[in-house]
């Protein structure tokens, strides 16, 4: 059984930086692929960064709005999923989720399995 906990999560300035992390028990091969999504207060989750990695290699997508500002990397030694987020603003604000459990790299949730409980992000302006 695979399970995630992310922590980082908190209050930041608007052009400040936070950097999330997903801890990550239990391996199967489709945890090769790994997603942050996040969701604002009564909106839709959306596909914010994902990144497939295998043999030493890593590819990740971002979504447009956070392209230039968040980077997605993997430790595997540690077992953790990280977001780097930079430049923050307002429009940021959301509970961010990772995600794992997708046969390829995408930023639809419907693809991914298995879910984070979530930290909250707030960017005040």
């Known amino acids: 059984q695979v399970s995630l906990l992310e922590s980082g999560g908190g209050s930041v300035q608007a052009g400040g930086s936070l950097r999330l992390s997903c801890a990550v028990s239990g391996y199967t091969s489709r945890t090769n692929h790994m997603g942050w999504f996040r969701q604002p207060a009564g909106k839709e989750r959306e596909g914010v960064a994902a990144l497939y990695t295998a043999g030493g290699l890593a590819y990740p997508i971002y979504a447009d709005s956070v392209k230039g500002r968040f980077t997605i990397s993997r430790d595997n030694a540690k077992n953790t999923l990280y977001l780097q987020m930079n430049s923050l603003k307002p429009e940021d604000t959301a509970m961010y989720y990772c995600?794992?459990?997708?046969?390829?790299?995408?930023?639809?949730?419907?693809?991914?399995?298995?879910w984070g409980q979530g930290t909250q992000v707030t960017v005040s302006s």
């Open positions: 995600a794992t459990g997708a046969n390829h790299v995408s930023l639809f949730k419907d693809d991914y399995n298995y």
